[in-house]
């Protein structure tokens, strides 16, 4: 009995070994040796790399092995800020499928070239990484490539000559080459094309050639869901592709002199949330098309020059954008009033209007239950209205950091946050201040008595 007990326990103790034996992967030994390099001419002034000691490689910090194979599959070290020589020795870990050495500092040395050779890798980041010079077109044998971050807002700058190399990389979904300098990269678009199942590109601030964007007629990208162009010169108008992008949720080419109008077709656009067409020379008018976009979050259109009474196109724009919670239209040529619609727009919390020069008395007319008002960070100058008790139904009023003059007038019983402050008003408080419910109220940096 007790030797058949035994007998079991050490069978179970066994296999408790094997298990455990099989879940840690021995490291393959020219892999450990190539670690070993580079951890040899690597620096790691956080001490990071202390975990790197022992014959297991596969058991250091970042550093993962395959199960079935034993080989490097993944290394991973974002975030360890390194900083000194790449060791070539990494191009012996031939099976990676994971690179990530974002958040290093390089000093500004050209992204090596060996890692064109990781025929596997479906993973790079090199963002944010100190990396310079110019971009080895050996990225493009890269053509398992899922995903790759190579945006670097440093001191440094990376430069791209063409995108031939990012033609070739057709797996891509997820490219992002923001504040690279691509001024020479004529063919970016063309190449960008050639990516069907690209999801997410980011080329913001990348001095990106002036390219029209209609040069393209037909798309392969039709599953993108992010672009974001901003702050590059493209000179263009908005192209009529766009429209075709049924999954796009996010859209940002602000700053990119942008010409012409946007067209009715936007409102094909059903799975938007954000918008940013800011600062471009847009002209004519809203299209009432967008009033099919109810999953809008943010809106920014401000800084071009659209046209048009906003107050008759916004009854029909505005209803079944529940989720609108930042709607900026400052520095446009929008006439009209802002009752009528502004008062059903109930997720609202920043209303950017930047109104130049007197304050319109229809501002403060609201007819109906405006609770909240945010006007806050604007530009509005001239005197708060003696009609501002009769909005009755004001809850929230937000005038924070803008340039209002004059006294403060009298407010609505129903104000339960009142926050004037940064402004330069005058005078004392009405008296009939001390009979109402606030619950906060704030009136510093203005010059009250
Ligand atoms: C890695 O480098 C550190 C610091 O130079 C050293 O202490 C450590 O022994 C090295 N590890 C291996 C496995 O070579
Ligand atoms: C790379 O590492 C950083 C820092 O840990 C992380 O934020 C980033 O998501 C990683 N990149 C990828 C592709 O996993
Ligand atoms: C890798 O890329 C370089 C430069 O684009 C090219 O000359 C070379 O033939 C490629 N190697 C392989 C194995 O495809
Ligand atoms: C679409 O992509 C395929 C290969 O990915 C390419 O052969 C074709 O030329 C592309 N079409 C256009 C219009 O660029
Ligand atoms: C931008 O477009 C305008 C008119 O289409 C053209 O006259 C101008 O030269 C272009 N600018 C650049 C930098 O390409
Ligand atoms: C947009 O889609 C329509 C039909 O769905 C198609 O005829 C047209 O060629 C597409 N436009 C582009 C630029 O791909
Ligand atoms: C804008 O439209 C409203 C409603 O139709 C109208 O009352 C108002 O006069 C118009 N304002 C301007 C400046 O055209
Ligand atoms: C605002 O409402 C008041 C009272 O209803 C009215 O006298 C005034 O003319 C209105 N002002 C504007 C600009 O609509
Ligand atoms: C108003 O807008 C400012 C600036 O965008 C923001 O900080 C604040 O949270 C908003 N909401 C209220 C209720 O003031
Ligand atoms: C307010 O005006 C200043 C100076 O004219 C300008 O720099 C700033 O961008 C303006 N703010 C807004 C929100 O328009
Ligand atoms: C504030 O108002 C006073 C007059 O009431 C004026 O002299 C002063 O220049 C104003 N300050 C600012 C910053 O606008």
Redesign the pocket.
């Known amino acids: 009995m007790g030797n058949t007990m035994n007998g079991l326990l050490m069978a179970l103790a066994l296999l408790c070994l094997t298990i455990n034996f099989r879940e840690i992967a021995a490291c393959i030994s020219t892999e450990r040796d190539a670690l070993v390099a580079f951890n040899t001419s690597i620096k790691d002034p956080d001490g990071r790399l202390h975990s790197w000691h022992g014959e297991n490689c596969c058991s250091w910090s970042g550093v993962s092995c395959s199960k079935k194979t034993g080989h490097v599959i993944k290394l991973d070290l974002g975030e360890y800020t390194l900083n000194g020589q790449i060791n070539p020795s990494l191009s012996g870990l031939t099976r990676l499928v994971y690179l990530n050495l974002s958040q290093s500092d390089f000093g500004g040395v050209p992204i090596p070239e060996f890692i064109g050779c990781f025929k596997m890798l479906r993973y790079l980041d090199l963002s944010h990484a100190g990396f310079g010079g110019t971009v080895p077109p050996q990225l493009g044998n890269l053509s398992r490539l899922s995903f790759l971050d190579l945006s670097s807002s440093g001191s440094h700058v990376i430069t791209a000559d063409d995108f031939q190399w990012v033609s070739k990389l057709t797996s891509l979904r997820y490219l992002d080459l923001s504040w690279l300098y691509l001024a020479a990269s004529v063919d970016w678009l063309q190449a960008v094309n050639m990516l069907h199942l690209l999801e997410v590109l980011r080329l913001n601030d990348a001095s990106l050639p002036a390219t029209d964007l209609n040069s393209v007629s037909q798309i392969n990208f039709t599953a993108l869901k992010v672009i974001d162009l901003k702050n590059n010169e493209l000179n263009s108008s908005l192209p009529d592709w766009i429209w075709n992008l049924s999954s796009l949720s996010d859209l940002d080419l602000s700053s990119c002199e942008l010409s012409g109008r946007i067209p009715d077709e936007l409102g094909k656009l059903a799975a938007l949330q954000f918008i940013g067409l800011g600062n471009n020379k847009l002209n004519r008018a809203i299209p009432r098309s967008m009033s099919r976009l109810c999953n809008l979050v943010h809106i920014d259109l401000s800084r071009n020059i659209l046209s048009g009474n906003l107050s008759e196109a916004a009854r029909s724009m505005f209803p079944c954008m529940k989720k609108l919670q930042i709607l900026n239209l400052a520095d446009n040529k929008l006439t009209g ?1 802002l009752s009528g619609w502004l008062e059903h727009m109930a997720s609202l919390e920043v209303l950017d209007l930047s109104i130049r020069g007197a304050l ?3 501002i ?2 609201f007819s109906s239950p405006m609770a909240s008002l945010n006007v806050s960070m604007n530009n509005i100058t001239g005197e708060l209205p003696a ?1 501002l008790v ?1 909005s009755k139904m004001l809850i929230t009023l937000n005038i924070r950091h803008n340039q209002l003059e004059g006294y403060i007038p009298d407010m609505p019983n129903s104000v339960r946050v009142l926050d004037l402050s940064h402004n330069n008003l005058s005078g004392s408080l009405p008296q009939s201040f001390g009979d109402k419910e606030l619950q906060y109220l704030s009136l510093s940096h203005n010059s009250l008595s």
Do not use: K, L
Request: charged letters at 25%.
């Open positions: 009033q319109p008395d229809w403060w007319n009609s009769r």
